[in-house]
């Protein structure tokens, strides 16, 4: 999916459910700085803003959000191959569970 397509998706969700905001996971290194891939993650969420200005941008460290969904679906999933179809969607639940935790609605 290129860029174009990806944002017209994005915004056919965001006009669907209509977000208040965006949260986006911020992959910090363990000692908890800004490497070269939240740096990359930034730029996207520039990028992001400029598509969709009225909807504020925040970011939620993910570190260690893989290691908790592994965990969750080692619970869930016997099946190796659809643990690994399903990581990424936990992932993003377990950074958006950390982020609520902080700013409950």
Not at 26 to 55: H, M
């Amino acid at each position: 999916m290129n860029n174009k397509d990806f944002f017209k998706k994005l915004e056919e969700i965001i006009n669907q459910y209509k977000p208040t905001k965006i949260v986006i996971g911020l992959p910090l290194t363990l000692s908890g700085e800004e490497g070269e891939q939240a740096k990359k993650t930034k730029n996207f969420a520039k990028k992001l803003q400029k598509y969709f200005p009225n909807i504020p941008i925040e970011f939620e460290d993910e570190r260690f959000t893989t290691d908790i969904a592994e965990e969750r679906l080692s619970v869930l999933l016997k099946n190796k191959k659809k643990k690994k179809q399903k990581l990424d969607s936990i992932s993003a639940i377990v950074i958006l569970e950390s982020y609520l935790s902080k700013n409950p609605l």
